[in-house]
């Protein structure tokens, strides 16, 4: 299967852990988000990757979260210090920009659970 | 502001016909989405629109007019299996997905 993979699928955390995600996007694809949804809620952007550059962070992204695409391939999400109110689903999808519609195609996501 | 305006949820009879409705204002558009994400996992792509019109796809066809900012997803012969909510996303100018809070569809027998 070469869809958009994240790993873990669940995490969860005691407050003020830092956690870290990981996502594979569709081989071929040259972006990749993230977004963060809960429940009830569609999908809230965080940030996108074009190769390996960052070009967009939320400006409502809070500090304690990074993230990083170094070789233009996978992706990792980190979360410093986590709240009670990170826990949310966390999304990554990817798409080929050039393609007519640049369509996202989103991994099954990560579910994070701060305790 | 950006705002994309869908019904939260939405009751339909196995075997019927249902449409959702999406109204959006977005600062530029490239297209309009419609995703489907059954509990607990990740939209799934249904259909996108550029131009105004009717796109159909099997049982699902979306439709898009650009000068009333609106648009629907509409499900024939429904199943069971229909019962997920249903996002609708536009592209923005800076090619940003808005997301609306979407649709959910309850199916009954």
């Known amino acids: 299967d070469t869809g958009v993979s994240q790993d873990p699928r669940h995490k969860i955390t005691k407050r003020g852990q830092n956690v870290t995600f990981r996502c594979d996007p569709i081989s071929e694809h040259n972006r990749l988000y993230w977004y963060r949804q809960t429940l009830g809620q569609g999908p809230e952007f965080l940030t996108y990757f074009q190769n390996e550059a960052q070009l967009e962070k939320s400006r409502l992204l809070s500090d304690r979260f990074s993230a990083e695409r170094p070789k233009g391939s996978f992706s990792t999400l980190e979360i410093q210090r986590t709240e009670q109110g990170d826990s949310a689903m966390y999304l990554c999808?990817?798409?080929?920009?050039?393609?007519?519609?640049?369509?996202?195609?989103f991994g099954p996501g990560t579910r994070l659970t701060v305790l | 502001g950006q705002n994309i305006d869908q019904p939260t949820e939405m009751t339909a009879t196995e075997g019927a016909i249902v449409q959702i409705n999406c109204t959006y204002q977005?600062?530029?558009?490239?297209?309009l989405f419609w995703y489907q994400q059954h509990a607990g996992e990740a939209p799934t792509f249904l259909s996108y629109n550029v131009l105004d019109g009717l796109e159909e796809k099997g049982r699902f066809s979306s439709f898009l007019s650009r000068s009333k900012g609106y648009s629907y997803l509409l499900l024939k012969e429904l199943q069971m299996k229909d019962s997920a909510s249903y996002l609708c996303a536009v592209l923005d100018s800076n090619y940003q997905l808005i997301w609306g809070a979407g649709t959910k569809l309850i199916i009954k027998p």
């Open positions: 999808a990817s798409s080929l920009v050039g393609e007519a519609t640049d369509t996202q195609y």
């Open positions: 977005t600062s530029g558009f490239n297209g």
